[in-house]
C-alpha cells in the first residue's frame, strides 16, 4: 500500500474507513431496544407503517442473532485492518502483501522445480524434445507466455508466424530457434515512398508469380527489373529469403502478412515491421530451454512421426 502520492490521502482513508465502522456499531446500539412494546390490547404495536391494504410493520426488538452477527463482522472487520492492509498505507501487523505472497509462492515452485530443470539444462534441444513431460512443460509455457500472439496451436496469424509448418523466417535449428526467443527479432521491411504505384503493382504481380499465384504476364517482366532494383539486397536474388534479415522466402507459399495483390502493395508501400519480444528479461534460462525444445519439435517431431 505504499502507492499514495501523498500521506493525506493515507490518513483520509484511514479515518473514514474507522470512523464507519464505529458508526456502524453506534448506530447499532442507538437503535436497539430490548423489549417488544405491546398496544394496550395486548397486540404487538406497529411502526404505522401499511402495506398492501394490511401488511403491517412490527415494531419488534432486532433478532438477537442478527445483532450479534453484525458486531461480529464490525469486530473482524477491525482485527482484520489490524493484521492486514486495509487502512491508508499502513502494512498491518502480518506484514502481508499480495506481491510478497506470489514471489514466495513463485520462489516454492522455482525451488521444487530446480532438479527437473537441472536435467533438461544438461540435455540437447533434441533429446529434450523428445521428452514426453518436458513438452507438456513446454506446452505450458507457450500457452502462458507465447500463444497470445503465436496462436494457442502455434499456428500463427497475420503478421505473427506459424511455428510448426517447418518454414523460418530466421532459421530453425535449435541455436537459433533459442536466440530468437531469449533476443527477440525485429523484421525490417522498409516502406518505399521512391517507388510510384504502377512499379508497386508490378513489383506485386512479379512476387504473386513466384510462387505460381495468378498474375498479370505484361506486369510480371516488369515487376522483375523492380525487384532486381530493389528487392533482392534482402529477400535474394531467387527470392527465397534471408534468414539473417529475416526476410521471408517468397516463393514458398507461405505468407506472414498475405499474397493479394492488396496486401503484397500494402506490404510494399508502407513496409512492415513485425516484433518478436525478447524474453531473456522475462524467463528463466530453464523455461527459455523447455520452450525451444517445444518449438523446435512442433516442426520436427512431426516430420518424424511422418517417416
Ligand atoms: C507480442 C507478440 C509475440 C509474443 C508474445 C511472442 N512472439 Fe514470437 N514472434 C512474434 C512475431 C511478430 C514474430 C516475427 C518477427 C519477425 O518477423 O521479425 C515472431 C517470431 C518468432 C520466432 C521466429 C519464427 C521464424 O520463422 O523464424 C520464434 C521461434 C518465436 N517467435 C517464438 C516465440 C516463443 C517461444 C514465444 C513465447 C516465449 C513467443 N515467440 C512470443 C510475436 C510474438
Ligand atoms: C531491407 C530489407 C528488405 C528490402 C529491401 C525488401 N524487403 Fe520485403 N521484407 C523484408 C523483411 C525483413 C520482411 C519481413 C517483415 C516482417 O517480419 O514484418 C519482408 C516482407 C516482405 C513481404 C511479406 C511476405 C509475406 O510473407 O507476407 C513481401 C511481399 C515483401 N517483403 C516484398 C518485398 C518487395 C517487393 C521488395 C522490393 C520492392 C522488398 N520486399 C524489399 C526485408 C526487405
Redesign the pocket.
Known amino acids: 500500500m505504499s502507492d499514495f502520492l501523498s500521506s493525506g490521502w493515507s490518513t483520509y482513508i484511514t479515518l473514514v474507513t474507522l470512523v464507519g465502522i464505529f458508526w456502524c456499531i453506534w448506530l447499532l446500539f442507538s437503535q436497539r431496544k430490548t423489549k417488544v412494546i405491546l398496544n394496550p390490547d395486548g397486540s404487538v404495536a406497529d411502526t404505522g407503517h401499511v402495506w398492501d391494504g394490511d401488511l403491517r410493520e412490527l415494531n419488534n426488538p432486532l433478532p438477537r442473532w442478527w445483532m450479534w452477527m453484525f458486531l461480529i463482522c464490525c469486530i473482524f472487520s477491525l482485527i482484520y485492518l489490524a493484521l492486514y492492509p486495509g487502512l491508508g498505507s499502513y502494512p498491518g501487523i502480518l506484514g502481508y502483501t499480495t506481491d510478497g505472497a506470489l514471489k514466495a509462492s513463485e520462489n516454492q515452485a522455482i525451488q521444487e522445480l530446480k532438479p527437473v530443470y537441472a536435467k533438461y539444462m544438461g540435455m540437447d534441444i533434441q533429446q529434450v524434445a523428445a521428452d514426453p513431460k518436458a513438452r507438456e512443460m513446454g506446452q505450458r509455457?507457450?500457452l502462458n507466455?507465447?500463444?497470445?500472439?503465436?496462436g494457442s496451436d502455434a499456428g500463427g496469424a497475420k503478421?505473427?508466424?506459424?511455428?510448426t509448418d517447418g518454414?523460418?523466417?530466421?532459421?530453425?535449428t535449435p541455436e537459433?530457434?533459442k536466440t530468437?526467443?531469449t533476443n527477440?527479432?525485429?523484421?525490417?521491411m522498409p516502406p518505399f515512398p521512391q517507388l510510384n504505384a504502377a512499379q508497386i503493382s508490378n513489383a506485386a504481380n512479379y512476387v504473386r508469380s513466384l510462387s505460381g499465384l495468378s498474375a498479370d504476364a505484361s506486369k510480371v517482366a516488369l515487376g522483375e527489373e523492380v525487384f532486381k532494383a530493389n528487392c533482392v539486397a534482402c529477400h535474394g536474388v531467387d527470392a527465397k529469403g534471408n534468414?539473417a534479415l529475416?526476410a521471408?522466402n517468397l516463393t514458398d507459399k507461405i505468407w506472414?502478412y498475405g499474397s493479394s495483390e492488396d496486401t503484397i502493395t500494402e506490404t510494399v508501400t508502407k513496409g512492415?515491421?513485425?516484433?518478436?519480444?525478447a524474453?531473456a528479461n522475462?524467463?528463466t534460462p530453464e523455461?527459455?530451454q523447455l520452450?525451444?525444445a517445444?518449438?523446435w519439435g512442433l516442426s520436427n517431431n512431426k516430420q518424424e512421426q511422418a517417416k
Not at 512492415?272 to 519480444?277: G, L
Open positions: 509455457l507457450f507466455s507465447c500463444s497470445q500472439c503465436h503478421g505473427f508466424p506459424n511455428l518454414d523460418w523466417l530466421y532459421g530453425g537459433i530457434i530468437t526467443i527477440g527479432r525485429a523484421g525490417v534468414i529475416g521471408p506472414l512492415r515491421n513485425a516484433m518478436m519480444p524474453q522475462i524467463l523455461k527459455i520452450l525451444t517445444y518449438v
